[in-house]
Structures are given as structure tokens and as C-alpha cells.
């Protein structure tokens, strides 16, 4: 039971997002394949390899063997590509993209969380060229995600510097704790996947969200509340809903998400060549 009222004698406290399927319908990263196909970034067979992975992801959810291949995939695939001018095309095609596959749930309960006043923080595998714009628009209070290796000029090299997965997320949440002063027994947090267990077992009040077969099992085990979130909707309709205005992310970080993040840099480009045509 979501507790309403925050004791603000006691220590601060907040609340752990996940984003693909907990937060969003689909992955954050992978949305934008079709737009690399059009752009002519991809050729028709790694559109085809991209959408399979993203089946894969949305049936049942990737093991720890193929989240792994999915970063070598993405990381390579974002290589060479400008990170302000990913920046500048992710803000123009951030909502036709993301708003349609925002859970209406998700968002009534971000809005709970902050009512509270507890932070909320997303948590996500994804980069801040999607994850941040994404937070700034539901009101979170930080972002943790992945980073890769900006080289010097100012191209993605397709190292990643910081992989927010796995164990490296519930450390990152235990060090948000000690800076920000968060009691963690009192905090929440929210996943769809086995692989965000560290995450879960970090805080006092895990819940698993449309979660896959491995961490519905360890919910029931552990008496975890199970959450069914599925009717997305879009973000500019759910806005006006939010009580508290969008606050910048202040933990952020480059992404894997680059990769998705370039498909808006492929129509950019697209458009400008057709323009000089």
C-alpha cells in the first residue's frame, strides 16, 4: 500500500523507476529502429536483427546473455555519430516516438510518489539522450543511466564508460542514498526484470511491474506486490495530470540509448540532404 503522507521529521526518501516496460510500453532504445531504417542508417538486415531483438525483448524479456549482446549491438551501431546533434534531434522526435507507449499507471503513480513528497528517479540500461528528456517530461527529480566514451571530437566512440545494469544500478542507488540522504528501508523501487533484483532487494518496498517469468517468481516467493500496468498513453495528454512541473535530471549519463537517440540524427540528416537536393 503506497503510503500518501511523508514524515518529514524522518529521513528523505524516494522512488526507483525502471523505464522499458515499467514506465514505457517497449524499449526506449529500440523504438527508433524504424527510423533508422528510413534514414538509411541500418541496411534491411539489421532493421530485421533490431526488430527481432525488440520481440525478444517484449515476450519475455532478456536474460543476462542477451542484454550483454544487445549492448555490444547498440554500442557498435551508435559509433561516429555527433552527441549534440543527437541531442538536438531526440527533442524533435521525442514525442511522436515515446508519448504513445507511456503507461497511464506509471504516471498516476510518479504523481502519487511526489504528492508524498518523495524524488523520483529513473533508473534505466538506456542513455540520457533519451532516458533524461523522458524523465524531464514526467517530473523526475534525477536520472541514472548508461554512459558512453565521448571522444574528442565529439563523436561516440562505441566504448561504454558506465553500464547502468544489473548490480551497477543498486549501486548507484546506494550512492544517490548517501548523497542525497535517502532512508532506503523506507524507499521504493519499480522493475519488470529478474535482472533489476539488486535494484529491488535495495530498498524496502519492492514492486514488480509486468514482470517477466523469472522475477514474478521471486515476487511471489518474497511477497512482493505485482503491479499489471497496460494502457499506455500518451504523455502530452497525461501531462496536465501532473501536479508537479518537469525538474531537470541531475545524475545523467550517455547511453546505449545513443543508439536510439541517432535515429532521430538519421531523419535530420535525410532532411537536410533532400533540402540540398
Known amino acids: 500500500m503506497l503510503n500518501l503522507v511523508e514524515n518529514h521529521s524522518l529521513p528523505r526518501t524516494a522512488a526507483f523507476f525502471d523505464l522499458d516496460k515499467t514506465v514505457i510500453a517497449k524499449s526506449s532504445t529500440l523504438t527508433f529502429s524504424k527510423s533508422f531504417y528510413q534514414g538509411g542508417l541500418i541496411n534491411r538486415r539489421a532493421a530485421l536483427r533490431t526488430a527481432y531483438i525488440q520481440f525478444v525483448f517484449l515476450a519475455g524479456g532478456a536474460d543476462h546473455d542477451q542484454m550483454e549482446r544487445m549492448r555490444k549491438y547498440l554500442s557498435s551501431m551508435c559509433r561516429g555519430w555527433n552527441v549534440q546533434q543527437v541531442k538536438e534531434i531526440v527533442a524533435e522526435t521525442l514525442h511522436d516516438l515515446i508519448d504513445p507507449i507511456i503507461y497511464d499507471e506509471a504516471a498516476s503513480l510518479i504523481e502519487q510518489h511526489h504528492k508524498a513528497g518523495r524524488d523520483v528517479v529513473i533508473v534505466s540500461t538506456s542513455g540520457a539522450e533519451v532516458v533524461e528528456p523522458i ?85 511471489v516467493a518474497r511477497s512482493w506486490p505485482i503491479l499489471d500496468f497496460h494502457r499506455p498513453v500518451r504523455l502530452k495528454q497525461r501531462l496536465p495530470a501532473l501536479s508537479v512541473p518537469p525538474r531537470p535530471a541531475l545524475v545523467a549519463a550517455a547511453a546505449i540509448g545513443a543508439a536510439a537517440a541517432t535515429a532521430g540524427l538519421v531523419w535530420y540528416a535525410s532532411r537536410r540532404r533532400a533540402a540540398a537536393v
Open 135 to 219: 524523465g524531464d517530461l514526467l517530473g523526475a527529480d534525477r536520472v541514472v543511466a548508461t554512459r558512453m566514451v565521448v571522444g574528442e571530437d565529439g563523436c561516440f566512440t562505441g566504448e561504454v564508460e558506465y553500464y547502468a545494469y544489473g548490480p551497477t544500478k543498486a549501486e548507484a542507488i546506494k550512492e544517490l542514498a548517501a548523497s542525497e540522504g535517502y532512508d532506503l528501508a523506507r524507499c521504493y523501487a519499480y522493475s519488470d526484470s529478474a535482472t533489476d533484483l539488486p535494484m529491488l532487494e535495495s530498498v524496502g518496498h519492492p514492486h514488480a511491474v509486468n514482470p517477466d517469468r523469472a522475477l514474478r517468481r521471486e515476487a
